[in-house]
């Protein structure tokens, strides 16, 4: 079985996982995704470390479509996430209980296999998790 | 400008009506405001109406009669009924007409909205992961506001329990009963930090304002109820919003601030001079942060205000009189009027067993919604 990304153009996986974000070529604002308008924004790699701004635990299953996690629901958290200089951005955050979540606690990116194709390939996703190590 | 009148009110109470269309509840209402104001269909010079869910509004004169009025059919949002009413009180005001009707209903299907991401420009992938989820945004914009500003989840309680408190005596209420503070708090968690009780539901319903310039009104002997204010603003930059992958790291406004300084402009009058208003208490949190953002108090000072009833019936604000989204459901189209609604009965002294004590003169009301839009209405007696 393998795995694909959710979709292009969000993250690259190697050497490290890395958000893709745009930057205006005029103002120099900078969002997540990359908006899909190569002569108004720029990509480029954001922070890979960031701290957390706000979160929530959906503790019902989101309505499919558009949702396409398993069946078999649990529920997970997401939140916001800083990153220092660049953007605040919207992900799931994976590898914490949720008591343990505290805005302003540092959190580093990594990928989670959150949901699986109609071929059995996992369904890859970005996710923040807390960083313990500095 | 001239003067504007509220001077027929009617309703289709809010919760579910089976077997009736979101249109029909819609017609409803505004036979009812029309009766109220003494007025006919054929007495109404133009129409402005809308749904989210529930199709188009100027399909209502199949039901209402096919007297060849003009009907403007507004579809924005949270703000339809608002905008609605906006679209009515500009066509008095400006003075091209002396009386009109403003009507909004909706009929949504049960369980959590559900909103696909190309409907507000947004990637596939972004529904796929599941943050196509309302209540995410607001649970998420919460619990950042309570850990800033010392907000506990007993307020949170608080406003949920009075809001099923003052709907046992409005009839167009959807969840009448009442519920107590320790059931509220201990409810199943939907999105933390926020319970079942704390969340209103999508629903059904309708409301009709018939509106007349000054010399109507005092045909009608209804020059009661004058429209100070209505407002409408979109969001600023660095405002957070519903369904939004990213956010600037400087924060700014919020489209409430700016909707509600606008209002108090046209107004001539601040918040100290309001006697009562209905905020969006789309979840209770939603109503503490709108109390900070349509100028009531500063932000924390909520937690003062709910530990002594400030913001019931007979505090010295009271808040959502009939219970808000929280008891009467979330018919997107219809909410905003609803707001308008009581606040109309209210000032002509008809609340009953929710009526404000005092006499009061002014009451605001304040509607917010996706993707970042608020209205403020200010009425005065």
Redesign the interface.
Known sequence: MGASAIAQGLFRETPEPTLIGGRNRDTGRIVFPCPDDAARWEPIDLPRRGTLWSWTVQRFRPKSPPYIGPEDFTPFAIGYVELPGATIVETQIVGADFDSLTIGMAMKLVTTDFATAANGDAIRLYAFTPATEA | MQDVYIVGIGIHPFGRSEGLSGLQQGANAARAAMADAGLAWPDMEFGFGGSDSAGNADTIVNELGLTGLPFINVKNGCATGGSALIGSWQAIASGAHDVGIAIGFDKHPR??F?A??AEYSL???????????TT?FF???L??YM?LHGISPTSLGRVAEKAFRNAVHADHAWRRSPVDLDTILNA??????LTKYMFCSPAEGGVALVLASAKKARELGRDQVRIKAAVIRTRPPGSFEVF??????ERGGAPTLLASKAAYEMAGIGPEDIDLAQLQDTESGAEIMHMAENGFCADGDQEEWLANGWTNIDGRLPVNTDGGCLACGEPIGASGLRQVYENALQLRGLGGGRQVPGDPRTAYSHVYGAPGISGVTILER
């Open positions: 369980g959590a559900n696909m991401p990637p596939d992938w972004y529904g796929e992961a599941g943050f196509m989820v995410q649970a998420m914009k619990q950042r850990a199943p968690m939907i999105s933390d930090p939004a992958p990213s956010m600037d790291i």
